[in-house]
């Protein structure tokens, strides 16, 4: 019977499955941060047990990593014992972790893949929601709980009911600056934040294939914003290529094996979806979010919708919320909204090849004599992980940023979650900061926050912030 | 988690109804990166008379000698016998985390807060309902006997009062189940591990590179 890829992974992990259709599934891969997994550890060893395979863990601490004056160490007591809880658990269960001082550190959901611990075919966790990022590799990845993560570490396994699928198909070729970021904020759009939810979704199609793999990467990061239980996009030779080059990939015959079966990892021709949204990429322009939530999206020459024109009350209430929230006016062009802020970052977008692109733009606009404007009171990039940075570095990028007037930080979450020192402060006066980031969510930061999608950022968008 | 078959135990009378997670452990303790070490803190606004946080030493503290768990009496008590709505409010696993830590196996309540009654069982704490006449008459001799103890018998689902009186209870089997042989969900995962291993040795046949 023709198979989707998810049923191709689902079943390649079955270790029990329970008259009411519970299944017992072998996880192969388990990233771990400081945040979700304190408890877990704790756990574990009040029960006595130990990880199961501790070969299937990579650890790092993300959340709470400093960005500027790491040597000068964590100042936050609460920060501090996190990060230093992971190094002891790392240490006494005999983990790899790359800690704050190792140059491989960063975000879990970019070390993983850039490490090549992400692998096709296998079953990813982690406890973190983003972690559905780690199936553009034609893997099955999802976030996790604590209570899980313990479960993951003494049993190797998961209880997990089987999904719906989704089959998201972009047919033809992106606009110019079109990135994936606006497939999935044009997506969100469309089917809502709970569009998703009871699916595993796979993105396909031609335009999806001309992604490269920090493309898709972004792509099934963002398929949680649409309730998803997980994205993920077929393996083709781009997934091969990017993972031969990485340093677990297998090798000799093992590779030979490998490549083998990863070449199967597609969904057959005649595979059955429980549903289907086919999207032309022509139609899909860039996108910036105006709300505290990411199907609160227009594209970036429109203006800031108006509540009266929402589809229905419950709709328009949220509107108004929203705006009241963000401090913005109904049908304000979006080109005309000033930015306080401007991060360039998170699990997102913050690979290497998202940091060319923003590379690009401050390039452009130190050319044109401009600069990042007075109003703009921090701007800064954050790359993903140490090797991410020192790539940039090595390619001279960050002199672009700083030339245009950026920060240049060291690797970590940062202001995607804040709960490091790069924290947004609430002003109480008008005008609030408004941030350009990768996460659009109430009080995410502490403050309103848009989504500016992209990698390059819109021209005019950019163009306020660089004026 | 440890089996729960058989326990003997001092009794401690807590006459307040509607008693609510942020009570048995206060918010300002939930920063913490522990399940463990809650029990000092247990009731913390109602044990002792200043403002408890996270880190402080617990034992120069103030204690309120009108807290019924402070009074000398009740020192090593491990049932506690409550009033209706017993755990409401959030749904903070941090609260049976507490109760366990101080030393509780056993709650006695006419009707519990339902996310906190299922943390219980996760936690290794027996949550028993009865009817409001006899968590009375409990509450009544605990109240006039100094040494008061229950002791609960879960595989025969009855508690024996001190003079000899058996009361029945009512417990979900699956749950009982799980109390007795001391199994929690990854105790009851660990039952397949014959599975487990025979699926993993097979991977690592198929996927040997997963297994470098
Ligand atoms: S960058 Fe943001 S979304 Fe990604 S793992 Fe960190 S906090 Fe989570």
């Known amino acids: 019977m023709a198979r989707t890829l998810y049923d191709k992974l689902w079943d390649a992990h079955v270790v029990h499955t329970e008259p009411d259709g519970a299944a017992l599934l072998y996880i192969d891969r388990h990233l771990v941060h400081e945040v979700t997994s304190p408890q877990a550890f704790e756990g574990l060893k009040l029960a006595g047990r130990a990880p199961w395979r501790t070969a299937s863990i990579l650890a790092t601490p993300d959340h709470n990593i400093p960005t500027a004056d790491r040597d000068k160490g964590i100042v936050d007591p609460v920060s501090r014992t996190q990060v230093e809880t992971l190094d002891a658990n790392c240490a006494e269960f005999g983990l790899t972790e790359f800690g704050m001082a190792d140059p491989r550190q960063g975000i879990v959901h970019v070390i993983g893949p850039e490490q090549g611990f992400t692998l096709p075919g296998t079953t990813l966790v982690c406890g973190d929601s983003h972690t559905s990022t780690h199936g553009a590799f034609g893997a099955l990845a999802f976030g996790i709980g604590t209570s899980e993560v313990e479960h993951v570490l003494a049993t190797q396994c998961l209880w997990q009911k089987k999904s719906k699928t989704m089959l998201v198909k972009v047919e033809g070729q992106l606009g110019k600056g079109v990135t994936a970021k606006d497939i999935a904020l044009d997506v969100i759009g469309r089917i809502g934040t709970a569009g998703g939810t009871g699916y595993a979704v796979e993105f396909g199609g031609s335009a999806i294939r001309a992604l490269p793999m920090e493309g898709r990467m972004t792509l099934c990061n963002m398929a949680i914003e649409a309730g998803a239980r997980a994205g993920m996009v077929a393996v083709d030779e781009k997934t091969l290529a990017y993972v031969k080059a990485t340093p677990r990939a297998p090798k000799g015959e093992n590779w030979d094996k490998a490549e083998a079966w990863w070449r199967t990892l597609v969904s057959d021709a005649g595979a059955a979806f429980d549903a289907i949204l086919e999207i032309q990429a022509e139609d899909i322009r860039p996108q910036v979010t105006w709300g505290t939530s990411p199907e609160m999206v227009v594209s970036v020459g429109d203006k800031v919708p108006d509540p009266n024109n929402a589809p229905n009350a419950v709709k328009k209430s949220d509107w108004e919320r929203a705006l009241h929230y963000m401090g913005l006016a109904a049908n304000t062009p979006i080109a005309e909204i000033p930015v306080d802020k401007v991060f360039i970052g998170s699990c997102t977008n913050s690979r290497i090849e998202d940091l060319r692109e923003a590379a690009k733009v401050a390039r452009w606009a130190t050319g044109a004599g401009r600069k990042v404007a007075g109003n703009v009171k921090l701007a800064m990039v954050v790359p993903g992980s140490g090797l991410v940075k020192a790539q940039a570095e090595a390619e001279g990028l960050h002199k672009d940023f700083l030339a245009a007037g950026f920060e240049w930080r060291d690797p970590g979450c940062s202001m995607c979650l804040a709960m490091n020192a790069d924290r947004l402060e609430r002003a109480s006066a008008v005008p609030r900061p408004r941030t350009a980031t990768s996460k659009a969510a109430r009080g995410r930061v502490g403050v309103p926050t848009w989504s500016a999608r992209p990698w390059p950022p819109p021209r005019r968008f950019m163009d306020i912030s660089l004026m | ?136 008459r409990l509450f009544r001799e605990a109240f006039v006997n100094e040494g008061y103890a229950l002791t609960v018998d879960l595989a025969a689902q009855t508690i024996a009062t001190p003079t000899g009186d058996r009361i029945a209870f009512d417990v979900d089997p699956e749950r009982k189940n799980r109390l007795l042989n001391g199994l929690d969900d990854i105790g009851i995962t660990l039952q397949f591990v014959d599975r487990i291993k025979a699926y993993e040795t097979q991977r690592r046949q198929e996927a040997p590179w997963l297994f470098q």
Not at chain 2, 30 to 56: C, H, M, T, V
Not at chain 2, 60 to 81: E, H, I, K
Request: proline content about 8%; hydrophobic content about 40%.
């Open chain 2, 1 to 136: 988690m440890k089996p729960f078959t058989k326990h003997d135990g001092l009794v401690a009378p807590l006459d307040r109804a509607n008693v609510d997670t942020d009570a048995i452990i206060p918010k300002q303790f939930l920063k913490s990166i522990k399940r463990s070490g809650f029990g000092p803190n247990a009731f913390d606004e109602w044990r002792y008379l200043d403002q408890g946080e996270p880190g402080k030493s617990n034992h120069d503290r103030p204690l309120n000698p009108d807290f019924v768990l402070n009074q000398a009496r009740y020192q090593g008590a491990s049932v506690l016998l409550a009033r209706e709505n017993f755990g409401c409010g959030s749904s903070r696993e941090h609260a049976p985390w507490a109760l366990e830590d101080y030393g509780f196996r056993v709650i006695i309540a006419p009707s519990f807060a339902d996310i906190f009654f299922n943390n219980c069982f996760k936690n290794g704490i027996l949550p028993i309902v009865l009817p409001a006449e006899t968590v009375d």
